[in-house]
């Protein structure tokens, strides 16, 4: 009779597993919830845990689904010292073989979702701090790999993406409501990388649909400033993009409220877009193939757009300064064109359609 009840116990548990797979849950706290469901030769772990005075609000939360052989691990920590409770909220689905997902969430008002549908996929999201206990703050986060051998990671100050044991990186200024970050990545094909790190606040978005496609983000930022956005767009295959934003180092720029997007549709085009001030806006747009574009603004509220329509043209826009617009449009193949703006309130434009062109244009205080 004692034996019968064990084994109806089992199958009631909150965390159960079919045959090959492998559960493991550890909480620590109050209101932890978690969730876990398996098919296939899966292994998942949760860990969460939450501190002695945390009320529900949603304090931790996590559920895991998997189907084919995955392997998945949440990582969740709420301290002590949030009298109000608030924090975390993780949802993993995976519907292929050989997914691997990691996330860790320590920031006070987090929340994420990742699902991944194809086999071989990567996704590791890191959500920090701060942990103090200011009002609610909070952080999003939606990824999405729908094609096979994807990956998400971070990057570093060299636009080098991380690997298979790194994770795209997440950190509030503070916790107040106003300073946070959303994080959104498709990679709706096969082969593509992303790398993300974020610190202060900032809007970011990945998209995808190709092969072979490459995009980082790294956007740093002081708390309590206005919102960078920084958003890459990839139609097409081989293409390579990168956005920088930030201080660059200084004391008297915040590095807020720059906007930066680039848009490839094409193959094996590179754009790389850096802002380094504040208020800085910055387009490029790439369709065809091999194309080449770089944009770098540093100061204050420069204005630049490149636009390359056709095949391996090269196009180079540089502002050092404050108040600078221009333009670099390319209609055409084998053209090239610069554009160096250094001090104050400069206007430059250059425009080239057809083959073999070159211009450059030089603005000095």
């Known amino acids: 009779m004692k034996k019968t009840s064990l084994f109806i116990a089992a199958l009631f548990a909150t965390s159960f597993a079919m045959a090959q797979n492998n559960a493991k849950t550890e909480q620590e706290g109050n209101n932890n919830v978690s969730s876990t469901e398996q098919t296939g030769n899966n292994t998942a772990i949760t860990i969460q845990s939450t501190g002695a005075t945390a009320v529900v ?4 939360v996590s559920s895991i689904t998997q189907q084919g052989s995955n392997s998945a691990r949440v990582d969740q920590d709420l301290r002590s010292n949030f009298p109000n409770g608030a924090g975390h ?17 320590e920031q ?6 990742i699902e991944q549908l194809g086999d071989g996929n990567y996704a590791g999201l890191t959500q920090a701090g701060p942990n103090d206990a200011g009002v609610s703050g909070g952080m999003q ?19 080098v993406i991380g690997n298979s044991t790194q994770r795209a990186y997440m950190q509030n200024g503070t916790s107040m409501a106003g300073d946070k970050s959303f994080l959104q990545v498709d990679q709706l094909g096969d082969n593509n990388d992303a790398g993300v790190y974020l610190m202060g606040r900032t809007d970011a978005s990945i998209y995808q649909d190709g092969d072979f496609n490459s995009a980082s983000i790294n956007s740093q930022s002081q708390a309590g400033g206005l919102i960078n956005i920084a958003s890459i767009s990839q139609e097409g295959g081989g293409n390579t993009a990168r956005i920088d934003q930030g201080p660059r180092g200084s004391s008297l720029l915040s590095g807020n409220d720059n906007g930066a997007t680039i848009n490839q549709e094409g193959d094996d085009n590179t754009a790389t877009l850096s802002q380094f001030g504040e208020g800085n806006r910055g387009i490029i747009t790439q369709e065809s193939m091999l194309n080449n574009a770089s944009l770098d603004q540093t100061g204050i509220d420069n204005e630049a757009s490149i636009t390359q329509d056709g095949i391996g043209n ?9 108040l600078n617009e221009g333009s670099i449009l390319q209609i055409g193949n084998s053209n090239t064109g610069t554009i160096l703006q250094t001090g104050n309130g400069h206007i430059g434009s250059i425009s080239q359609n057809g083959m073999g062109n070159s211009a450059i244009v030089t603005q000095n205080p």
């Open 57 to 60: 609000n949603p304090s931790n």
């Open 108 to 113: 006070r008002g987090a929340s994420a979702t």
């Open 314 to 322: 090269t196009a180079t826009f540089t502002q050092l300064g404050n």
């Open 89 to 105: 909220f993780v949802e993993v689905d995976q519907n292929g073989a050989g997914n691997d997902v990691f996330v860790k969430q």
């Open 141 to 159: 986060a939606g990824i999405r790999q729908i094609g096979d051998n994807n990956l998400l990671s971070t990057v570093n100050g060299d636009g």
